[in-house]
C-alpha cells in the first residue's frame, strides 16, 4: 500500500492523487485542512469517543526508532522542529517524526514510572516540601501537544494514554497508597491533563481520578495536600473547579449520594486541606461553600444520619467512604456557608434540649407521684413544683432590673444548669416600674448593651486598642473567673439565639475558641504595632549589624500593669539572656506564645468554659475561627451593591427617584 492510502485508512485522512510530482509538491506544501482544527474542545472529544482508530499499523515500520522513556519541553521542541523541516520540505502528508511523537506521547503518558521521570527540575530531589517537577513546562507541553496536527489524532492518542495510565495505577493502587515522592509526582501531571476541564465529555476520566484519590491513604494524601498548597490561586482554581462542577451537577434532594459522589466531596477535601495548611488560604474559604448543596438538602434528617454515625468529631477526615458508619455530608464542613452552619448549631441544641425535655417529663411524673406522700410538708410540694416549672419551661427566662443588669444576669446564670442554658432567652424586665415578658423586642439590645458593659475598659476585664478597634482579654484583671465564664455564656446565648453582638474582640480569640493553632500572623492582624516591632527584628539584616547590638532586648516580656510596668522571664534566667542573629526566632515564637497564651490563661479558660456550656455539641466543630466571628460579630465589610440590589422602596420611591439617586 502506497503511503497516501495508508495514512487514509489509518488515521481517516483524504487521500490524494499521486498523478505527478507538481501536483504532489502541491498537496504536500499545502495540506487540505483538517476539520477537526476548527472543532471546540468538546467536540474533538466527542469525536475520540464516537471513533475506534487503528493505532497498531500507523506505527509499522518506527519499531527501529529509540523513544525517549521521559519527557520535557526541550524533547517536545526538538520534535517539533524536526516535524517542521519535514513539512518544509514538502515530501509527505504526515512527517515522520509526527508519528514518532505520536509515538512517545502514547507511550510516555500511559506509563507512570516515564512521568515520574519527566519534567523533572535538575538538581532537586523530590520531597514533602516540594515535587520538583516543572510544572509550568507541564502545561506546555500538554497545550503544544494538542495543537500539533492531525489534532484529532494526537487528542485521541493523548486521551488513550490517560486512560491507560489510570487503569494501571489502579491496578498497582498499593504501590501508591503510602508512596513516596518520587512514586506520587505522576498525579499532580494528570492533575494538570486539559482532557478533564471539559466534565460533559470526561467525566468518567474524572471519577477515575477521584477514585484513586479517595483510596490513598493518609501519608500519600498529605504529600498532595502539601504539594497543591505551593499552587498560586488561579492554577488552584483551575484544578478543583471541574470537581466542583461535576459534584454541583450531581447533588440530589430525593437521593444519597453514591460512591462516586463521595469520592468527588473526598478530592474536593484534598484541595480544601490544602488551602487551609498555612495561616492565609491560597483561595477564600467560601470558594468551597456548595449553595446548592444547601438548598437541597434537609438538614434535620441529615442531622440525624449525622449523629447516627458520629462517633466524636474528627480533626482527620477518614481515608475512605467506607469509614464512616454512615455518610453524611455535615463530615465535609467545608461545604457549608456559615448560616448553614449556624443552622445546624441550632439543630443540634435543639436536639440536646429535647432530650432534657424527656427527662423533665419524668421528673414530672415522679413529683406527680410524691405528691401523694407529702401532703402535710407543704413547703417540699413547692419547692418540687418549682423546680418542675423550671425544668419544662422551655425558655430560659431572665428576670432582669435594668439598673443592676450584669448582677443579676451573673446571679442567675450560675443557677442555670447546663441544659437550662440551650434553650431560647426570654428577658422579663422587673423592678422600677417596668415590668413585661420579651418577645423578642428587645432581646438584641439586652445582648449588646450587656456586652458593652462588661468589655468597658472601665470594667476591668477587658483592655481596648484605639489603632485596631479589638478588645483583648485583660491579663492583670482582678475580676473572679465566674465574670469571665458569664462572658462566654453570654457569647455563646448570643450565637445560639442568631442574635449578633457587634462586638470587636481579636481574631484569634475565636481561634483559641476552636483549638486551631496560633501562630506569628495571629499577633500581626490583632497588634499590628507590637507585630511591626518583632517582625522588624526577624527581617533585620545580619550584614547591617547584630540584632543584639541593633535591638537590645533580653529573653523578657514587659505589661504595663494598672501603671506600673511588670517584667516577666521567658525562661529561666531571661533577663541575662541577650537576643541575637541566632536566637531571635525563639525569641519571638515565646513571645507570642507568652502574649497570646499564658498571659491570659485564667481569664480565656474560664470564658472558654462558659461558651461551651451553651455551644458544647459537636456541630461547632463544624465552623473556622473566621467563620465563628462572623456568626457572632457579623461580617465589617458592607458591600453597597448588594443592599442596593436588595433594597425595597415604598411610598412611591423607587431606585430612580431623584432623593434616591
Not at 238 to 265: A, C, G, M, W
Not at 394 to 410: A, M, N, T
Not at 492 to 501: D, F, R, T
Request: charged share 25%; aromatic share 10%.
Amino acid at each position: 500500500m502506497d503511503l497516501p492510502n495508508f495514512l487514509s485508512s489509518t488515521i481517516g485522512l483524504p487521500a490524494f492523487s499521486a498523478a505527478s510530482p507538481s501536483e504532489q509538491g502541491s498537496v504536500s506544501s499545502r495540506p487540505a485542512e483538517n476539520p477537526s482544527s476548527k472543532l471546540k474542545p468538546s467536540d474533538k472529544l466527542a469525536g475520540i469517543h464516537s471513533k475506534q482508530f487503528s493505532t497498531g499499523s500507523l506505527f509499522e515500520g518506527l519499531d527501529g526508532e529509540s523513544l525517549p522513556e521521559c519527557f520535557d519541553l526541550n524533547i517536545l521542541d526538538e520534535y517539533l522542529e524536526k516535524i517542521a523541516v519535514e513539512k518544509s520540505a514538502g515530501k509527505f502528508l504526515i512527517p515522520k517524526y509526527t508519528l514518532i511523537l505520536l509515538k512517545t506521547v502514547r507511550f510516555v503518558f500511559a506509563s507512570a514510572d516515564s512521568l515520574n521521570r519527566s519534567f523533572l527540575i535538575p538538581g532537586r530531589e523530590p520531597s514533602f516540601e516540594n515535587p520538583s517537577i516543572d510544572i509550568f513546562a507541564v502545561r506546555q507541553c500538554f497545550s503544544k501537544i494538542l495543537a500539533c496536527e492531525p489534532q484529532e489524532r494526537f487528542h485521541q492518542t493523548l486521551f488513550t494514554a490517560l486512560d491507560v495510565l489510570l487503569s494501571h495505577i489502579q491496578l498497582n493502587i498499593r504501590k501508591y497508597q503510602t508512596g513516596t515522592p518520587s512514586i506520587l509526582r505522576v498525579f499532580l501531571i494528570i492533575l494538570e491533563n486539559p482532557f478533564l476541564r471539559d466534565i460533559d465529555q470526561s467525566d468518567g476520566t474524572l471519577l477515575k481520578i477521584c477514585g484513586l484519590v479517595s483510596s490513598l491513604k493518609s501519608r500519600s494524601r498529605q504529600l498532595l495536600v502539601k504539594w497543591l498548597s505551593i499552587y498560586s490561586s488561579d492554577e488552584f482554581l483551575r484544578l478543583l473547579s471541574p470537581y466542583q462542577e461535576y459534584f454541583n451537577k450531581h447533588v440530589s434532594s430525593s437521593h444519597r449520594p453514591n460512591d462516586t459522589v463521595i469520592s468527588v466531596i473526598k478530592t474536593i477535601s484534598l484541595f480544601n486541606n490544602s488551602n487551609s495548611l498555612h495561616p492565609q488560604p491560597i483561595v477564600p474559604i467560601s470558594v468551597f461553600y456548595n449553595n446548592a448543596l444547601a438548598k437541597k438538602l434537609n438538614f434535620k434528617e441529615e442531622y440525624k444520619i449525622w449523629m447516627r454515625g458520629h462517633t466524636g468529631v474528627k480533626e482527620k477526615l477518614p481515608a475512605s467512604p467506607s469509614q464512616y458508619q454512615s455518610f453524611s455530608y455535615f463530615n465535609f464542613p467545608f461545604l457549608f456557608d456559615p448560616v448553614s452552619k449556624n443552622r445546624i448549631i441550632h439543630i443540634d441544641a435543639m436536639a440536646q434540649m429535647s432530650l432534657q425535655y424527656e427527662e423533665a417529663v419524668v421528673h414530672q411524673a415522679i413529683v406527680i407521684h410524691a405528691q401523694r406522700f407529702l401532703h402535710n410538708d407543704s413547703e417540699t410540694v413547692k419547692d418540687l413544683e418549682e423546680g418542675l416549672k423550671r425544668e419544662t419551661n422551655p425558655y430560659l427566662v431572665l428576670e432582669i432590673r435594668r439598673q443592676f443588669l450584669v448582677k443579676d444576669v451573673l446571679d442567675q446564670i450560675h443557677k442555670k444548669t447546663d441544659s437550662d442554658l440551650k434553650k431560647p432567652v426570654k428577658v422579663k424586665f422587673v423592678g422600677g416600674g417596668e415590668e413585661g415578658m420579651d418577645q423578642g423586642g428587645v432581646q438584641k439590645e439586652f445582648f449588646q448593651v450587656l456586652m458593652a458593659m462588661l468589655m468597658d475598659p472601665a470594667f476591668g476585664m477587658f483592655v481596648y486598642d484605639p489603632e485596631t478597634r479589638f478588645s483583648w482579654l485583660n491579663g492583670a484583671s482582678l475580676e473572679p473567673e465566674r465574670q469571665f465564664e458569664l462572658v462566654g455564656i453570654i457569647i455563646g446565648l448570643a450565637l445560639y439565639n442568631g442574635v449578633m453582638l457587634g462586638i470587636g474582640l481579636v481574631p484569634v480569640l475565636y481561634k483559641k475558641l476552636l483549638g486551631e493553632q496560633i501562630s506569628f500572623e495571629d499577633l500581626m492582624t490583632g497588634f499590628p504595632s507590637l507585630g511591626k516591632g518583632l517582625k522588624m527584628l526577624l527581617d533585620w539584616d545580619e550584614k547591617d549589624g547584630d540584632v543584639e547590638d541593633i535591638f537590645c532586648r533580653s529573653f523578657e516580656i514587659s505589661y504595663d500593669v494598672y501603671g506600673q510596668v511588670k517584667t516577666i522571664p521567658l525562661i529561666d534566667g531571661g533577663e541575662s539572656v541577650s537576643v541575637n542573629n541566632k536566637n531571635r526566632k525563639e525569641y519571638v515564637s515565646l513571645y507570642v506564645e507568652h502574649y497570646l497564651e499564658e498571659s491570659v490563661k485564667r481569664q480565656f479558660s474560664a470564658l472558654k468554659h462558659g461558651f461551651y456550656r451553651v455551644c458544647g455539641g459537636p456541630a461547632l466543630r463544624m465552623c473556622r475561627a473566621e467563620e465563628l466571628e462572623m456568626l457572632i460579630c457579623g461580617t465589617s465589610q458592607l458591600d453597597f451593591q448588594d443592599l442596593e440590589a436588595g433594597a425595597k422602596y415604598d411610598d412611591g420611591y423607587s431606585s430612580d427617584h431623584p432623593l434616591i439617586r
